[in-house]
């Protein structure tokens, strides 16, 4: 009796970013032509990888490793059959893992990124799944946040303040309940490393977040998601309502007598909810508003309880460290930024996509080497970095190491590690007037300086551009800036003037007026 070949296994990502560009109609497309054909397949849903260049991505699994094929449309796949699947078609690129964009990165939190099915947790547990909190259940809880603060870890939100300090706060910190927060409210423009997390590798958030549970004595957790995230909310609760039923969640996780709960709560789309306290008062059902500091969260936070609130990259770095332990994630990195970042390339790039790298790599090296440069082929003239409140970096810049401390003394910031390119065409002076206009349209209005000072700063600029006093133009912009960093209650209305100083001061020219503008003011 001939033998019956097994299935083949074909993978086709789940990810927005994908289905975006047709994955959906792809997987239909593969499903309907090995019907017709009468091949058997095992298709799977896989995460993507993160190279948005090549999505869809399909991947085919052989003996000499997984075969990729990208990017693949609908009318592509009968030619995958003919061709042979895994054989030589012009859609090939070799062995994904073997792609130079990936091989020399450093995956830590994005180890299984396109590897597994999202929501499987035998995947999960078969790539090394839940071996952090394992190792933290046989610990105590000073022993825990003891781990999160000699890996060095800090805050991958955009503030970097110690994660271990956080943690330890709120385990000293006297309340009958405690609460473990994420914060997935991912509104930077050109970030999109907390979506893949949520959409790509679930079960790594609901082990962090778990794992920071036990840390600090809180046994329920919310996961606070952007409603732009539809996916990530169908990909998380699935696999919450799995860890529940496979004993990882709920009243005695893994027969510990330990217990932790957790939720999806959905955000509106407010920008300013990516404060942690203007999330804090969403989450409680309030308009989302700023809060006075002190008391600070970790100390009175949701309900007015001790509440340990991070992003998700920072808590789904937790379960590496658990399982690898401290001193091995500590090894990456440079000076006091230890670890991995999960860099986002965005804009005007022609290799678009994530990086995870050590922190201590050059703009230069991810812009170039993983990037291509820009996909229209000019030069890069700037890049902002760390979202639409971050500086932007003149070319002479480059060279500069990825690292907290390095871009502080330069007034920039690392942020959530999203980098948007532009190229020689960009006009500086246009990206300052946006950068006050976004301030202005996503100020929660509870502070002057914001509320007012962003409407005054696109009037300002303005009339600098059209050259009416541009000395006085120009001064009253930097006094409104500093007023802006010295007086907003948060973030978004002390950090709105870095974008704007730092084009006024790498390219002041685009902010002189063009001959025909003076002529005309004349």
């Not at 929501?119 to 933290?136: F, I, M, T």
């Amino acid at each position: 009796m001939k033998p019956i070949p097994a299935p083949i296994t074909i993978y086709v990502p789940r990810d927005s970013a994908a289905i975006s560009l047709g994955a959906d109609d792809v997987a239909i497309a593969i499903a309907a032509e090995a019907a017709r054909l009468g091949v058997a397949i095992h298709l799977v849903r896989n995460s993507s990888r993160g190279l948005f260049w090549l999505e869809p991505l399909v991947e085919v699994a052989t003996e000499a490793g997984r075969i990729g094929y990208g990017p693949v449309q609908p009318e592509d796949v009968a030619s995958l059959f003919v061709a042979g699947l895994g054989n030589a078609h012009a859609l090939n690129i070799g062995v994904v893992d073997e792609l130079p964009y990936l091989k020399t990165q450093e995956r830590l939190t994005f180890a299984r990124a396109g590897i597994t099915d999202p929501v499987s947790l035998d995947d999960y547990l078969a790539h090394g799944g839940y071996r952090g909190l394992k190792n933290a259940l046989a610990m105590a809880p000073e022993a825990i946040v003891a781990a999160v603060t000699e890996s060095g870890l800090r805050g991958r939100g955009g503030a970097a303040f110690p994660a271990g300090i956080k943690w330890k706060t709120v385990l000293g910190a006297e309340g009958a309940q405690k609460y473990i927060v994420c914060n997935a409210d991912e509104g930077d423009s050109g970030t999109y490393a907390d979506r893949m997390v949520c959409e790509g590798d679930p079960f790594l958030l609901i082990e962090g977040m778990t794992i920071a549970g036990l840390a600090v004595g809180a046994t329920r957790g919310y996961i606070y998601l952007r409603c732009e995230y539809p996916y990530g909310q169908r990909a998380l609760e699935e696999a919450i309502a799995s860890a529940y039923a496979s004993g990882w969640l709920g009243a005695n996780i893994q027969g510990s007598a330990k217990r932790f709960d957790l939720e999806v709560r959905m955000g509106a789309g407010a920008y300013i909810c990516g404060e942690e306290t203007s999330l804090l008062e969403s989450l409680e059902g309030k308009r989302g508003m700023v809060r006075f500091k002190p008391p600070l969260p970790a100390i009175k936070g949701l309900f007015g309880c001790p509440t340990v609130i991070n992003n998700v990259i920072t808590l789904a770095s937790v379960p590496v460290i658990l399982d690898k332990g401290a001193e091995c994630y500590k090894h990456f990195g440079v000076g006091r930024s230890r670890g991995t970042l999960p860099v986002q390339l965005a804009g005007n790039v022609k290799f678009g996509g994530l990086v995870e790298k050590a922190f201590g790599v050059t703009l230069r090296d991810l812009l170039y080497t993983y990037g291509g440069g820009t996909l229209s082929g000019k030069p890069i003239r700037a890049v902002q970095v760390g979202g639409p409140l971050g500086s932007y970096i003149p070319e002479s810049q480059f060279d500069l190491p990825l690292d907290y401390e390095a871009f502080a003394r330069l007034n920039n910031m690392v942020g959530h590690g999203g980098i948007t390119v532009f190229d020689s065409s960009v006009d500086m002076a246009e990206q300052a007037r946006f950068s006050m206009e976004f301030c202005a349209t996503e100020s929660c209005g509870k502070c002057t300086p914001c509320r007012i000072g962003s409407t005054r700063g696109m009037e300002v600029i303005d009339k600098l551009v059209a050259g009416d006093q541009p000395v006085k133009q120009e001064a009253l912009l930097r006094d409104l800036c500093d007023t802006m960093l010295a007086g907003s209650l948060c973030a978004l209305g002390g950090m709105a003037p870095f974008p704007v100083l730092s084009a006024l001061n790498h390219f002041p020219e685009d902010f002189r007026p063009q001959p025909e503008m003076l002529e005309k003011a004349s």
